[in-house]
């Protein structure tokens, strides 16, 4: 780089994928504020090309990237857990379809059982986990879907084949993007909401 990046109104932004080894991670972390040693950027290098290979992409789904790095820290603690959760699509009546999300999640030592209905089984899950989770973390509400991306990972495999579902969200003032992975495309939805919902926590947390 000839100039500074910023000396032109631009920013340099390194890349994680599959394809990056540890000089890389070192380098993305220290951007976001995390301090990783060398080794603990080879295991998280490793677990990337993990993931990838699974179907995840971190390109463009760089919070979810951070989630994974702090997850890893000992200090880290999430703020709810799955316990499960069931999605029903039924026709009634010749009607289009309705869905309906039943969502148990964990916050602390308290689990929260709640049910939804929604436009799609991605909506039903999307109203559940917020049931479940706004008393606690009533900065959700701000949170909302922006876009949402269904990419099939192995085309050979026909409907069999893993999905990748990359979903951008924002709370008014911050975009991120998050990304789950699955041959199960209301589980890969499952993946890339929580993510959402969690980085949503983890900024609030932070100012």
Do not use: C
Not at 3 to 29: F, H, K, M, W, Y
Not at 81 to 110: C, H, P, Q, W, Y
Not at 159 to 179: P, Q
């Amino acid at each position: 780089q000839h100039i500074d990046p910023a000396a032109v109104g631009n920013r340099q932004r390194v890349l994680v994928s599959e394809l990056s080894g540890a000089s890389n991670v070192v380098t993305r972390t220290a951007q976001l504020g995390i301090k990783q040693s060398r080794s603990d950027a080879a295991d998280t290098a490793q677990m990337l090309k993990m993931m990838e290979s699974r179907g995840f992409q971190f390109e463009v789904a760089e919070a979810s990237f951070e989630l994974l790095v702090r997850r890893q820290g000992p200090e880290y603690e999430s703020p709810f857990e799955l316990v499960d959760f069931l999605t029903l699509v039924e026709t009634r009546g010749g009607e289009s379809a309705v869905s309906e999300a039943m969502v148990k999640i964990r916050v602390g030592n308290e689990i929260f059982h709640t049910a939804a209905e929604g436009n799609g089984p991605v909506s039903a899950l999307d109203a559940g986990i917020r049931k479940a989770l706004l008393s606690a973390y009533p900065v959700l509400a701000s949170v909302r879907l922006v876009d949402y991306k269904v990419r099939i990972v192995d085309s050979d495999a026909g409907t069999d084949a893993s999905t990748r579902v990359l979903i951008d969200s924002t709370n008014g003032e911050d975009f991120w993007t998050t990304v789950g992975s699955s041959t199960n495309v209301v589980e890969a939805s499952w993946l890339a909401l929580a993510d959402s919902f969690e980085y949503a926590i983890m900024l609030e947390k932070k100012r």
